[in-house]
T-cell receptor
């Protein structure tokens, strides 16, 4: 499968715990984007990264949320001290380069108890 | 502030009919307009995309019509099939900036 891989597909956390979402981009893609989707809503941009760099994090809450895309390994979206409002589907997309089409993974459904 | 407005929210079409979904955008700096198709439990899949320098783009049964002066674009699905039943999202992207700005989606149901 050469597509964007996200894991886990489903993640359940209790309030106050940490959530780590992983994304492996398509082969050869060095641009990664994270989006959040609430029920009956479109996707909302969170953060855009290239290898080892955050390019645009304007859509990501300043507190509790962080993202990285290391030189080796997947991109990680990290949510600390989760709250009920963090429950959503989180999608990762990758592209070959800037202004190239973005291809999405099947998302991680995060549920907060 | 919703930069891409999509309508209708839901749509029911008879098999073989034409499905039409409309989007309007506010910012003239957008230079790329993709449509995505999403099935339940799956991620959005790129369906077709257009740039403002053309008024229409067709790929198989799917056509995008683009009206630059009105800042509107629409997706037409010809000969709609039950397998087309999904949620469709339009989006826009700024020139030189890569995050996509999505509409809220249209849930399409094609009935036999």
């Amino acid at each position: 499968n050469a597509g964007v891989m996200q894991n886990p597909r489903h993640l359940v956390r209790r309030r106050g715990q940490e959530a780590r979402l992983r994304c492996s981009p398509m082969k050869g893609h060095s641009h990664v984007y994270w989006y959040r989707q609430l029920p009956e809503e479109g996707l909302k941009f969170m953060v855009y990264l290239q290898k080892e760099n955050i390019i645009d994090e304007s859509g990501m809450p300043k507190e509790r949320f962080s993202a990285e895309f290391p030189k080796e390994g997947p991109s990680i979206l990290r949510i600390q001290q989760v709250v009920r409002g963090d429950s959503a589907a989180y999608f990762c997309a990758s592209s070959l380069g800037m202004e190239q089409p973005q291809h999405f993974g099947d998302g991680t459904r995060l549920s907060i108890l | 502030q919703q930069q891409v407005k999509q309508s209708p929210q839901s749509l029911i079409v008879q098999k073989g009919g034409i499905s039409i979904i409309n989007c309007a955008y506010e910012n003239t700096a957008f230079d790329y307009f993709p449509w995505y198709q999403q099935f339940p439990g799956k991620g959005p899949a790129l369906l077709i995309a257009i740039r403002p320098d053309v008024s229409e783009k067709k790929e198989g049964r799917f056509t995008i019509s683009f009206n630059k002066s009105a800042k509107q674009f629409s997706l037409h699905i010809m000969d709609s099939q039950p397998g087309d039943s999904a949620t469709y999202f339009c989006a826009g992207r700024y020139s030189g900036n890569t995050p996509l700005v999505f509409g809220k989606g249209t849930r399409l149901s094609v009935i036999a």
